[in-house]
């Protein structure tokens, strides 16, 4: 069974634009959560999608933004790249309620 | 605001130690506890989880214990290995199943041969 694949693996973007990056769950999952990862902040969660709903939205500005396909794919979007955004983004994915998430390896955006 | 204090920031043991993580939470409203194991480049692997109904879970070399009443549960690895050598996390959630995941600072790893 395939993990949760997530494009791309590596991005660097100029400040001030914008990037969007994408998940694809482990087949059968429905929900979709992104977390970013830094050594300063360590792991923050994002936001999760269900049934192309967001479900819960963490503490994070207005410029990070998601949506979730029919098929459970997601993609998340960061508008007007700051410096501080620089780190890696976790997709993870479960099957519903209580039941485990399964994270990705991650997509490393560097933002210079 | 929501979090879980993990201790400590790094570890160090010979091969056949038994490493032990320790993590704090203040959120009562949390009912399931997962750890998580990360590689270099990697994403973060879950190792074993538990609900607050049970107080020890094992899974191989792994065993959670979970103290309800002092809000801490820690990680215990049993015969480790340098293939263990690994930054391990905690975390806490209260939605449903791993969604909402808040995570513990990380515990760095080292297990000499």
């Known amino acids: 069974k395939a993990g949760v694949t997530q494009t791309p693996r590596y991005l660097i973007k100029t400040r001030g634009q914008q990037v969007t990056l994408s998940c694809s769950p482990i087949?059968?999952?429905?929900?979709v959560s992104w977390y970013q990862q830094t050594p300063g902040q360590g792991l923050q969660f994002l936001f999760e999608?269900?049934?192309?709903?967001?479900?819960n939205k963490g503490n994070f500005p207005g410029r990070f933004s998601g949506r979730q396909f029919s098929n459970s794919r997601s993609e998340m979007n960061v508008s007007t790249l700051e410096l501080g955004d620089s780190a890696l983004y976790l997709c993870?994915?479960?099957?519903?309620?209580?039941?485990?998430?399964?994270f990705g390896q991650g997509t490393r955006l560097t933002v210079v | 605001q929501q979090q879980v204090k993990q201790s400590p920031q790094s570890l160090i043991v010979q091969k056949g130690g038994i490493p032990i993580i320790n993590c704090a939470y203040e959120?009562?409203?949390?009912?399931?506890f997962p750890w998580y194991q990360q590689f270099p480049g990697k994403g973060p692997a879950l190792l074993i989880a538990?609900?607050?109904?049970?107080s020890e879970k094992k899974e191989g070399r792994f065993t959670i214990s979970f103290n309800k009443s002092a809000k801490q549960f820690s990680l215990h690895i049993m015969d480790s290995q340098p293939g263990d050598s690994a930054t391990y996390f905690c975390?806490?959630?209260?939605?449903?199943?791993?969604?909402?995941?808040?995570f513990g600072e990380g515990t760095q790893l080292t297990v000499n041969p």
């Open positions: 993870a994915s479960s099957f519903g309620s209580n039941t485990e998430a399964f």
């Open positions: 538990i609900r607050p109904d049970v």
């Open positions: 959120n009562t409203a949390f009912d399931y």
């Open positions: 999608y269900f049934s192309e709903t967001q479900r």
């Open positions: 975390a806490a959630s209260d939605g449903p199943s791993g969604s909402r995941l808040t």
């Open positions: 087949s059968g999952h429905r929900s």
